[in-house]
């Protein structure tokens, strides 16, 4: 059973250009969350996604960021126009079923990006 | 708001015991997570409680006081490779997202 696969794990960019970081979730799970983590912070939330919708966006910066989970394929959280203070890791978890009670989130191994 | 509080570092001796507290203030309660994560590494599961009391597993520990606002990890038996930093994260809000504290670095030493 693979995990929840996310590439690429690094990625360099210059100020102005785009990121794209995508997102496998595990086998049967349609439910995907995205965390970033700034250095010496704690995780925190972006945004939560079902196939074909965002169901949560309230931590996703307003501008710039966007973040979509197509019917087929990977889960892609794009930032346009990097800024240095994008560096960060962004991490994606995904779970069977996002209810109340135990549901664990499993981590994927995350991408860290850097802006030059 | 949501607030969750962890202490930033702590240091403990290798086969001793350890204790990780947290604190929360958060807007909705689905239950309460630790995760353990190296540095570099993605965090993995550690332990989840939703009632109040005490859930053993091997060498870790949590516990849970829904009144108080307040859980703590207990590590026994340190060993080094428990060196890393350890995530409270409280899960709530209508779409039960996890709210991470900052975490607590923890240093086993010999």
């Known amino acids: 059973n693979a995990g929840v696969m996310q590439n690429p794990r690094h990625l360099v960019r210059r100020r102005g250009q785009e990121a794209r970081l995508r997102c496998s979730p595990m086998?049967?799970?349609?439910?995907v969350y995205w965390y970033r983590q700034l250095p010496e912070e704690g995780l925190k939330f972006m945004v939560y996604?079902?196939?074909?919708?965002?169901?949560?966006e309230s931590g996703m910066p307003k501008e710039r960021f966007s973040a979509e989970f197509p019917k087929e394929g990977p889960s892609i959280l794009r930032i346009q126009q990097v800024v240095r203070g994008d560096s960060a890791a962004y991490f994606c978890?995904?779970?069977?079923?996002?209810?109340?009670?135990?549901?664990?989130?499993?981590f994927g191994p995350g991408t860290r990006l850097t802006v030059l | 708001g949501q607030n969750i509080d962890q202490p930033t570092e702590m240091t403990a001796t290798e086969g001793a015991i350890v204790q990780i507290n947290c604190t929360y203030q958060t807007s909705g309660f689905n239950g309460l997570f630790w995760y353990q994560q190296h540095a570099g590494e993605a965090p993995t599961f550690l332990s989840y409680n939703v009632l109040d009391g005490l859930e053993e597993k091997g060498r870790f520990s949590s516990f849970l006081s829904r009144s108080k606002g307040y859980s703590y990890l207990l590590l026994k038996e340190l060993q080094m490779k428990d060196s890393a930093s350890y995530l409270c994260a409280v899960k709530g809000g209508a779409t039960n997202k996890l709210i991470f504290g900052t975490g607590t670095l923890l240093a086993v030493q010999p």
């Open positions: 996604l079902q196939k074909e919708n965002i169901i949560d």
């Open positions: 978890a995904s779970s069977p079923r996002p209810g109340q009670g135990y549901n664990e989130q499993f």
């Open positions: 086998k049967g799970h349609s439910h």
